[in-house]
């Protein structure tokens, strides 16, 4: 079982810098895909960003050059750097973790661009 706390939502104007942490409740080993997703109000869940094990990143074409995914070497903590946020990136904010058997969420954190 796993755990996963999101933190580092709020409010900023556009133009404006977040950083979102994602915080696993134990060391995890067998990680495929660290992944973030965002929903809208009445919009899909969308895939934001995506690291792999060996730490290759991926992110959807509204938000590269702008957000970048990175991990702690411990393998316990992720993060989700937003530059340059724009009004449209206004949504609840999930981390959420792949493993071989099993996929976990986080519960979300908020995050509302004003311009």
């Known amino acids: 079982q796993v755990r996963l706390a999101e933190s580092g939502g709020g409010s900023v104007q556009a133009g404006g810098s977040l950083r979102l942490s994602c915080a696993a409740s134990?060391?995890?080993?067998?990680?495929?895909?660290v992944d973030w997703y965002r929903q809208a109000p009445g919009k899909q869940r969308e895939a934001v960003a995506t690291?792999?094990?060996?730490?290759?990143?991926s992110y959807t074409d509204s938000v590269k050059g702008r957000f970048t995914v990175f991990r702690n070497n411990a393998g316990n903590t992720f993060y989700l750097q937003m530059n340059s946020l724009k009004p449209e990136d206004t949504a609840v904010y999930y981390c959420?973790?792949?493993?071989?058997?099993?996929?976990?969420w986080g519960q979300g954190t908020q995050v509302t661009v004003s311009s």
């Open positions: 134990r060391s995890i080993s067998n990680i495929i895909t």
């Open positions: 959420s973790v792949q493993l071989p058997s099993m996929r976990y």
């Open positions: 690291i792999t094990l060996d730490k290759r990143t």
